[in-house]
């Protein structure tokens, strides 16, 4: 089947409008080949957006000729987009720079006279290869067939089990847990079209869920930063939970006394990579290792680098108490997720629960046999 990628191109100039979508019109990207509908009208481009699906939207930034320095009309655009949608946008005018500050993984960002229509491909091909233009065709398609499958084949197969009931939810309930477990590594990478993660092995974005939901309460896992310092959480969640009498609803409070934290460090500053990256042999590789890997050692437990956090291990042996109330003093940065999370805490209690003795007098056992 082919695969189209649709683009809006949005610019009130009528020869700038036509050129560029006789370049680009039923253009090959990779294996996609483009459809581009060019309006001149600012007024209607978020109604347009509304009623087709496109993958990529591209918006000039001023309404007439930017030289009059006039209204910067695709701003207000990309702000109704933003409080409605999800679509990529690629501003394409003849003067950016008051939008450069925007450029993101999502905000592509091509002048006219500098970049040209090259600048413009290279930032379409740019957003097509990131996938994230067909994030939400393929997540759709995904949950389609997921309700289809799970309705039809099971739920309506077997109906002699779950008849028909008024306000009956725990149907919903289940369809949900089930799409919330069917999400494996191998869809989400199907979802994402990202075939370049080895088999058995983890992406660092599957360590964490980010950014942390601060209407919750905290958990285990969690990560916290203060200072240019980041600790992770090790009291169990279940502390933290606030209880409330049956009687009268009043709070009963939380068993959380104390909160244990660890101390997280940056790879770069430790021991073992400085010797590492000086000289590369077998033994400061299985130095190095031991901080990485997990299974070398249960006293160290790696996070591995995101965009929002940097290579750091964890040194059980770097803990501190802190009370409930301290927690105000320190920003959440983001959770480890599971099995990530029970990984650290497993890693943990193994470290701590090691019973050691010494060696029996093997010499004198075995005169005396």
């Keep these: ?207 964490y869920i980010y950014p942390t939901d601060i209407n919750n309460e905290v958990e285990s896992g969690e990560l916290l930063e203060k200072d240019g310092d980041v600790y992770a959480i090790l009291t169990p969640s279940c502390d933290f939970v606030e209880r409330f009498s049956i009687k009268d609803n009043s709070s009963l409070g939380r068993k959380v006394g104390k909160i244990l934290l660890t101390k997280t460090r940056l790879l770069s500053n430790s021991d073992e990579f400085k010797a590492y990256k000086e000289k590369s042999n077998k033994e400061t590789t299985s130095k190095l290792e031991k901080l990485i890997i997990s299974g070398k050692s249960d006293r160290y437990f790696f996070l591995p680098g995101t965009p929002f956090i940097d290579n750091r291990y964890i040194d059980f042996q770097d803990k501190i108490m802190i009370t409930y109330e301290d927690l105000g003093g320190y920003s959440r940065l983001a959770k480890l997720d599971n099995p990530f999370a029970e990984g650290m805490i497993a890693s943990f209690i193994r470290y701590y629960n090691r019973i050691g003795y010494p060696d029996i007098d093997c010499e004198y056992i075995m005169r005396n046999l």
């Design 1 to 207: 089947m082919e695969k189209i990628l649709r683009l809006l191109y949005v610019e009130d100039d009528a020869q700038n409008r036509d050129g560029l979508v006789d370049v680009f019109n039923e253009d090959k990207i990779d294996d996609y080949t483009i459809f581009i509908e060019g309006i001149d009208s600012f007024d209607t481009a978020v109604e347009k957006i509304n009623v087709n699906h496109y993958h990529i939207v591209i918006l000039d930034l001023f309404k007439g000729d930017p030289k009059d320095d006039g209204e910067k009309i695709g701003l207000e655009i990309l702000k109704l987009i933003q409080g409605r949608y999800f679509v990529p946008v690629i501003f394409y005018s003849g003067n950016t720079k008051d939008v450069h500050d925007l450029k993101s993984q999502i905000v592509g960002v091509v002048t006219k006279g500098d970049d040209g229509i090259d600048g413009l491909r290279s930032e379409i091909v740019r957003l097509v290869q990131s996938n994230l233009p067909f994030l939400k065709d393929n997540l759709h398609n995904y949950i389609e067939e997921e309700l289809k499958t799970y309705f039809w084949d099971i739920i309506h197969d077997q109906r002699d089990k779950f008849k028909p009931e008024n306000n009956d939810f725990s149907l919903g309930y289940l369809m949900l847990r089930k799409f919330s477990q069917s999400l494996s590594k191998d869809k989400i990478s199907d979802i994402l079209g990202d075939s370049q993660l080895k088999d058995n092995k983890v992406h660092p974005m599957e360590f």
